[in-house]
């Protein structure tokens, strides 16, 4: 068997797991995959086509036509660049609106069913540290490790408050994105198409606490002892 070894990392939003998981990757040389840059970038796509946030069946023809491109340098400082239908959307992605619609868009199944079937195909020879809600679950069930990372919704707010800090971005309150990460935490938990749930065999980390090295090494620990 050639295939390289998947990891799968999943948890709630601002647990830290593209931050992690592109250090992972770039420590042991594999591709990073942004699962959650793929749910941005149509939901992106939705909101600038005028399309109404309700409207299923317009936003189910959108996904089943959409291609999505990737391109994440192993340079950590420079943000994953995402293409939907050749229009590059990187800057556009993490936008609070999109970031407000984002779970609504991907609880959709014909969503989920076209994003699923692009995300294995980069699975397709393994090699991967794939990211999101539903990576050991779903997207890749065989990973050969699988993570859940966690930490309190007081703590994910606080972090999130710092990136828009270091970003020069105005940036809500404590309140308010506590308010929103939580609102996403039980949409994307509750969902009945692939809802964020810990997969029975990943192991769970909590990140209180934890700085994003102490996390990634604990992570590339982790793989190691299973041989590779
Ligand atoms: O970075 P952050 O945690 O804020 O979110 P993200 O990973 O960019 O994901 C944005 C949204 O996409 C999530 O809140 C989910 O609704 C959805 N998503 C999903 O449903 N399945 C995935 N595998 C990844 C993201
Ligand atoms: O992808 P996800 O939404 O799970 O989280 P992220 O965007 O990777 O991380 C959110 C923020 O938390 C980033 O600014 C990280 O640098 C920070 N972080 C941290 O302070 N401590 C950790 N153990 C992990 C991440």
């Known amino acids: 068997n050639s ?30 995959l942004d699962t959650g840059a793929m749910y941005r970038a149509l939901t ?34 420079n943000p994953v660049r995402v293409w939907i239908n050749d229009r590059e959307v990187t800057q556009h992605i993490r936008s609070l609106e999109v970031t407000a619609h984002v779970s609504k868009v991907a609880s959709q199944s014909a969503v989920r069913q076209e994003l699923l079937r692009q995300q294995q195909r980069w699975g397709q020879k393994g090699g991967l540290v794939a990211e999101g809600r539903d990576i050991g679950t779903h997207v890749f069930p065989n990973a050969e490790l699988k993570i859940f ?8 707010a606080r972090r999130r408050q710092q990136d828009f800090e270091h970003q020069g971005q105005v940036t809500l309150t404590l309140e308010q994105l506590e308010k929103s990460i939580a609102e996403r935490d ?4 509750t969902r009945e198409l692939a809802p964020l749930q810990k997969a029975a065999d990943a192991m769970e980390i909590c990140t209180d606490g934890l700085s994003i090295a102490e996390v990634t090494a604990k992570i590339i620990s982790l793989y190691h002892d299973l041989g590779y």
């Open 149 to 156: 990372l966690t930490a309190s919704v007081r703590e994910r």
């Open 3 to 32: 295939r390289q070894p998947i990891v799968a990392i999943d948890g709630p939003a601002g647990a830290g797991k593209s931050t992690v998981a592109r250090q992972v990757a770039a420590a042991l040389g594999l591709v990073y």
């Open 44 to 77: 992106w796509l939705v909101l600038d086509s005028g399309i109404d946030i309700n409207d299923l069946p317009a936003i189910a023809q959108l996904a089943s036509s959409c291609q999505i491109q990737l391109a994440s340098s192993t340079d950590l400082e």
């Open 186 to 189: 039980f949409l994307d938990s």
